[in-house]
């Protein structure tokens, strides 16, 4: 079946500092991909998306772009703060046939200190 | 309207006893989903309703989950017979399309954290 991988965490940076949270998929075709997060103690929230090969989803000053050619949708952002500490979910839709249900990788857990 | 909903927000049963947990999905939303979150396994599909279409249930781990949808609105998920493995975050999902829908974001509830002891 799909999988999706993202580098393991935790991931701990210094406030301003710049964050990439890796993540590639398997999925055949074209699946949407997203990044949701969950903060402590909280559920999940899509952070954001991307529909098709060469988008660029952004929300909160976090970019991931669309790479068909490597098949990834790696997560930055410039400079961090204190709040953006929580757990970072990649997943996938499925692409060719799969129904909407959401692949998702392991989450990567990022703590941003002063 | 609202958000997703889910009831109750924490479950602690005994081995050996079934449990009903509810979910509320978005007004509108034709597709709904339950996911579940454990240590051992992150997050994982178990079962998907797209309008009066036959539900997908190939993520379910055994025959002792079952989930049913009334009125194309609540959502039951029903785990008899619970062990102790069963202890996770059961979450569910709704989104308005589902389908094939290349776009369609799902939107999730805040779960039940169910404990078996």
């Known amino acids: 079946g799909n999988s999706v991988t993202q580098m393991e965490g935790p991931v701990t940076l210094s406030e301003e500092a710049f964050l990439t949270i890796n993540c590639t998929y398997t999925?055949?075709?074209?699946?949407?991909l997203f990044w949701y997060v969950q903060y402590p103690g909280e559920g999940l929230q899509l952070l954001l998306k991307?529909?098709?090969?060469?988008d660029k989803g952004s929300n909160k000053g976090f970019e991931a772009t669309y790479r068909k050619e490597t098949t990834s949708f790696h997560l930055e952002k410039g400079s961090v703060q204190v709040s953006d500490s929580a757990v970072y979910f990649c997943?996938?839709?499925?692409?060719?046939?799969?129904?909407?249900?959401?692949?998702f990788g392991t989450g990567t857990q990022l703590k941003v200190e002063l | 309207g609202a958000g997703v909903s889910q009831s109750p927000s924490n479950k602690v049963t005994e081995k050996g006893k079934d449990v009903e947990l509810r979910c509320d999905p978005i007004?509108?939303?034709?597709?709904l989903y339950w996911y579940r979150q454990s240590l051992g396994q992150g997050l994982e599909f178990l079962i998907y309703?797209?309008?009066?279409?036959?539900?997908?249930k190939s993520g379910l781990p055994s025959d002792r989950f079952s989930a049913e949808r009334t009125g194309g609105s609540v959502s039951t998920l029903t785990i008899q017979r619970t062990q102790q493995e069963d202890s996770a975050v059961y979450l569910c999902?709704?989104?308005?399309?589902?389908?094939?829908?290349?776009?369609?974001?799902?939107?999730f509830g805040p779960g039940t954290r169910l404990t078996v002891l």
């Open positions: 999902a709704s989104s308005l399309v589902g389908g094939p829908s290349p776009t369609d974001t799902q939107y």
């Open positions: 007004s509108g939303h034709t597709a």
């Open positions: 997943a996938e839709n499925g692409g060719s046939g799969g129904g909407n249900k959401l692949t």
């Open positions: 309703f797209q309008g009066n279409s036959a539900p997908d």
């Open positions: 991307a529909t098709k090969a060469d």
């Open positions: 999925a055949t075709g074209y699946p949407s």
